[in-house]
């Protein structure tokens, strides 16, 4: 199994950036695809960004391709989730997931449920 936990978030103002970090341990993030998602406050689970760590491919929901970037430090075993020019519109709790899952195109990356391991989510709350 692998353990995940976030980090890097925060309150900041409009228009700042953020890092946040999915840093496993158990395993290593090699054999897996790990993928970022958010809750918003009465909202459904949405995904983010994913990066399938076997074959180093990236996906972004339409919403985080202009200003978020998924990247990874295979060294540090971490997985990272660039955020700029960030706008009160992305507030949510940001958690991170590990599928072993081999997907077939950008759908079935952006399902929460091909994903077996979760960490306990990162708040992140932009204010105008």
């Known amino acids: 199994q692998v353990q995940l936990v976030e980090s890097g978030g925060g309150l900041v103002q409009a228009g700042v950036s953020l890092r946040l970090s999915c840093a496993a341990s158990g395993r290593t993030f090699n054999g897996y695809a790990v993928g970022w998602f958010r809750q918003a406050p009465g909202k459904e689970r949405e995904f983010v960004a994913a990066l399938d760590l076997r074959g180093v491919s990236t996906y972004y929901a339409d919403s985080a391709k202009d200003r978020f970037t998924i990247s990874s430090d295979n060294a540090k075993n971490t997985v990272y989730l660039q955020m700029n020019s960030l706008k009160p519109e992305v507030t949510a709790v940001y958690s991170c ?32």
């Open 97 to 128: 997931a590990a599928s072993s899952v081999y997907c077939v195109g950008y759908g079935c990356y952006k399902l929460a449920r091909e994903y077996a391991y979760w960490g306990q989510g990162t708040q992140v709350t932009v204010s105008s």
